[in-house]
């Protein structure tokens, strides 16, 4: 298995790779599960989270994780830098945080610039992180689900997935759709809106899409929630006029398995895709996904460390 020098997408992952990192992520939780283990295996590094678009947990996660590592960690404020006002690019930003002794970045962006571009305007020594991509690619995202998923059902062999929401604008999606294919998921249907959702997902993944959403979710071992991306419709929602005829509410979980995991890489929208007592419910494991996110992301750290002092 070749080690890890940057994390940007989950397309052609080594299925090995997501063994390491869920074997990683394993032995970073915490005793029960609630917090996770300290080491010191980045100390001396400087961790920057170089966030261009809003987050809350996977900025958070990825900040606990590199501390638990024993990293340095800043965090870029996008509103009080010199891309305001002062018209600094995206791409110098990247090469002044870089300049400033940055050893690993994990950005989020809106897709300003693929992968292969930003790797060239960076130090070879720097890693890149993808924390968010557009709606493209959320690599860490997809990690922690998959693992998520594989920690409460021991696999993926036959597993019936049903994906509701926004699946067109969903980075998400995109990204577990790879996971799926390469981890050998049973099916996967996806349901919304029709005109939020693609007929196909991206990968070799085969994808039933089904628009009655009673049907879509009928004996699903894990219904996966996304949120309404009304920031990428461009003004107009009329896309998502019929959202609510797609929400996962208690009667819908009732069709699916009684094991059902009902997930949500957050942040939800309460009622929309996702009713409250669902998102509080038994079968909710939204806060699970959570806080499986500091182990990952610090098995994500750990691996791409290893990966850069073999380099
Ligand atoms: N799931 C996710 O990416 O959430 P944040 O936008 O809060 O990071």
């Not at 997501?18 to 029960?32: I, S, V």
């Not at 090469?95 to 002794?101: E, Q």
């Not at 929208?269 to 610090?298: C, H, K, T, W, Y």
């Amino acid at each position: 298995m070749g080690r890890l020098r940057h994390l940007l997408t989950l397309r052609g992952l080594p299925r090995e790779t997501y063994q390491d990192l869920f074997g990683r992520a394993e032995g970073f939780m915490g005793p029960g599960g609630s917090s996770v283990a300290r080491t010191e295996s980045l100390r001396g590094s400087l961790v920057v989270n170089a966030f261009f678009e809003p987050s809350t947990r996977t900025r958070l996660a990825f900040e606990i994780a590199a501390r638990s590592l024993g990293a340095d960690v800043v965090n870029f404020d996008l509103l009080s830098s010199a891309t305001q006002f002062k018209s600094e690019s995206f791409e110098d930003t990247l090469r002044t945080i870089a300049a400033l002794g940055a050893d690993f970045i994990v950005l989020r962006h809106g897709g300003e610039m693929p992968a292969e571009g930003l790797l060239e305007i960076l130090p070879k020594a720097t890693c890149l992180v993808n924390g968010g991509e557009g709606s493209d690619d959320h690599p860490s995202q997809g990690l922690l689900d998959a693992w998520t998923i594989q920690r409460e059902k021991g696999g993926f062999d036959g597993l019936r997935i049903a994906i509701f929401g926004d699946i067109l604008h969903s980075r998400v999606a995109r990204s577990l759709a790879h996971a799926f294919a390469t981890l050998g998921a049973g099916s996967v249907t996806v349901s919304g809106p029709p005109k939020l959702v693609p007929e196909s997902l991206e990968g070799q993944l085969k994808v039933t899409v089904d628009h009655d959403p009673d049907r879509a979710v009928a004996g699903a071992d894990v219904i996966i929630c996304l949120r309404f991306q009304y920031e990428r419709m461009g003004g107009s929602y009329e896309a998502a006029r019929d959202r609510h005829n797609y929400t996962i509410d208690e009667g819908r979980v009732a069709l699916a398995s009684p094991e059902v995991m009902v997930m949500h890489p957050g942040p939800i929208n309460r009622g929309v895709e996702i009713a409250p007592e669902v998102a509080d419910g038994p079968r909710s494991f939204i806060l699970s996904q959570v806080r499986n996110g500091v182990a990952m992301r610090m098995a994500i750290l750990d691996a791409l460390g290893e990966g850069r002092r073999a380099a």
